[in-house]
C-alpha cells in the first residue's frame, strides 16, 4: 500500500492540459472534446449527489423532534416547571425531615434599650424550618437579637433605636454549638455610615465583629448577610429590619413591624434553590418568616386606635405593594419621602417605611401585597378588632380560596 505514495519512475508522463488543445501525431481533436465533456457531466453528477444526500440528512434530523412533540405524554404533577424549575416539595416529601416546629412571631415592635449606647449582639443560627405549613422544609441561615430567634419560621428580630443614638453591635458567627453554623457569615448595616471593608467582612464559626456607628438618618432599614452569593445567603432568610425611630416620633397606641421576604425550596430540607433565586421564582412570599401565619392567626388590635406599622421589603428580589383593605394610611413616611392619604406602600427590595392610619370600625383587616401573585404565595394578614363580626362576611377571599380559584379555572380550561 506504501507504493501509492511513491513516485513510479515507469509509470507514463501525464499530458499537461494545456496540450489536450493541441493536435499531435495521431491525436483525434474530437477524442479530446469528448474526455472533457465526460468528466464535467462527472463532476456535475456528483456535486448533485452530495446535495440530495444532505437534503435528506436534514429532513431526517428535523423529523424526531416534532414526532416527539406530537407523542408526548401528558407532564406529572412533579414535572418541571416554566424553565426547567422544579415545583417545591409538599410536607408529605419530607417525612425524614427533622425540623423545628413553628412558633407565631410576635409582631409588636420591641422598645429602644436603655443606656447612652445602644447595645446589642446579633448572632446567627442555622436551622431547618419550614416557611409554608403545605410546603417541605428549607434550611434557614437567620439573625438572633440579643438572644431572641424565631424558631420554626426564617424570620429575624428587628433592631429598634433612635435618631441619633450611638449605636454598638457585637456580631457574632454562631456563638453556641445551639446555633449550628457550619461556615463563614457577615452583617450589613443599611443604616450605618461605616467603611464595608473594615466591617462588613465574612468571619468564621465562633468568631466576633465590634460595629460602632451613630444612627444619623431616621427610617426603616435593612441588614443582611453580605457574604458571596449574597442572592443565596438573602434568599435563605439572612436579613431583618433596623428600625431607626425618628426624633420626637409623637406616641400611637401601637407599633407593630412587618418583613416580606421570598423563599425558593429546593430539596427537602436543603438550602434555598439557586436556579430559582436566579430566575427570581420564589415558592413562597411570606411576612416575618412563614406564609399566612397572621391570617391563621390574625393580629389583635381595637377598633379606633391609632397604629403605626413598620414595613420593609427584604427581597431580595421582588416589589412590595404593601395594601391594608379598609382603611386608608393617613401618613406614609419611606423611602420614598412623606406621604398623606395613602393606599399602597410601593417598596422595592431593601426599601422601607411606616404607616400611620386607624381602623374605624370592627372587623377584620387585611393586609397584604397588592401585587396579588406574591399574595396567594403567603403575603396574606389579618388585623383583627375585639369585637369583630365572624370571619369570611367580607367581600375579599382568603389567599387559600383565592389560590383554589387560580387552580380550578386553570383545570376547567386544560
Not at 405524554?73 to 409538599?90: D, E, I, Q, T
Not at 433605636?161 to 454549638?177: L, Q, R
Not at 436566579?278 to 379606633?304: C, E, H, L
Not at 381602623?359 to 401585597?369: I, M, N, Q
Amino acid at each position: 500500500m506504501s507504493t501509492i505514495y511513491q513516485h513510479n519512475d515507469q509509470a507514463p508522463p501525464r499530458r499537461p492540459l494545456a496540450n489536450i488543445f493541441k493536435k499531435g501525431d495521431g491525436d483525434d481533436p474530437r477524442r479530446e472534446w469528448t474526455l472533457v465533456g465526460v468528466g464535467l457531466i462527472g463532476l456535475l453528477a456528483i456535486l448533485a449527489v452530495v446535495i440530495a444526500v444532505v437534503s435528506f440528512a436534514s429532513s431526517q434530523s428535523s423529523e424526531p423532534a416534532v414526532a416527539a412533540a406530537s407523542d408526548a405524554a401528558p407532564a406529572a404533577a412533579v414535572a418541571p416547571a416554566s424553565g426547567g424549575l422544579l415545583p417545591a416539595a409538599s410536607i408529605d416529601d419530607a417525612k425524614n425531615v427533622e425540623y423545628e416546629p413553628f412558633e407565631w412571631v410576635d409582631p409588636t415592635l420591641p422598645d429602644v434599650p436603655a443606656g447612652d449606647v445602644k447595645e446589642f449582639t446579633v448572632d446567627v443560627a442555622e436551622h431547618t424550618v419550614q416557611v409554608h405549613p403545605d410546603l417541605a422544609p428549607t434550611n434557614a441561615w437567620t439573625y438572633a437579637v440579643n438572644g431572641e430567634v424565631f424558631r420554626g419560621t426564617a424570620a429575624s428580630p428587628p433592631i429598634v433605636v433612635e435618631e441619633g443614638d450611638d449605636v454598638a453591635i457585637t456580631f457574632v458567627n454562631g456563638g453556641s454549638e445551639e446555633m449550628k453554623v457550619s461556615m463563614a457569615h457577615s452583617i450589613d448595616f443599611h443604616s450605618a455610615e461605616v467603611n464595608p471593608g473594615e466591617y462588613y467582612v465574612n468571619i468564621k464559626p465562633g468568631e466576633e465583629k465590634l460595629i460602632r456607628f451613630k444612627a444619623k438618618h431616621p427610617g426603616v432599614f435593612m441588614y443582611h448577610c453580605a457574604t458571596s452569593p449574597i442572592l443565596m445567603h438573602v434568599g435563605a432568610g439572612m436579613s431583618g429590619a433596623m428600625i431607626v425611630k425618628p426624633k420626637d416620633l409623637p406616641p400611637v397606641d401601637r407599633e407593630l413591624w412587618i418583613t416580606q421576604a421570598e423563599y425558593y425550596i429546593g430539596q427537602p430540607g436543603a438550602t434555598a434553590d439557586m436556579e430559582k433565586l436566579q430566575a427570581i421564582a420564589p415558592d413562597v412570599v411570606a411576612f416575618n418568616g412563614y406564609a399566612d401565619q397572621y391570617s391563621a392567626k390574625p393580629i389583635d388590635v381595637k377598633a379606633g386606635e391609632r397604629i403605626r406599622l413598620y414595613v420593609l421589603n427584604t427581597g431580595p428580589s421582588k416589589w412590595s405593594a404593601f395594601h391594608v383593605i379598609g382603611t386608608v394610611f393617613d401618613r406614609v413616611v419611606s423611602d420614598n419621602g412623606v406621604a398623606e392619604h395613602v393606599q399602597t406602600m410601593n417598596l422595592a427590595p431593601s426599601q422601607g417605611g411606616f404607616a400611620e392610619f386607624t381602623l374605624d370600625e370592627e372587623g377584620t383587616y387585611p393586609f397584604l401585597t397588592h401585587a396579588f401573585g406574591d399574595m396567594v404565595k403567603g403575603a396574606h394578614g389579618v388585623l383583627k378588632t375585639e369585637n369583630a363580626p365572624v370571619a369570611g362576611e367580607a367581600g375579599h377571599p382568603a389567599p387559600a380560596d383565592d389560590a383554589k380559584a387560580a387552580e380550578h379555572d386553570h383545570d376547567a380550561h386544560s
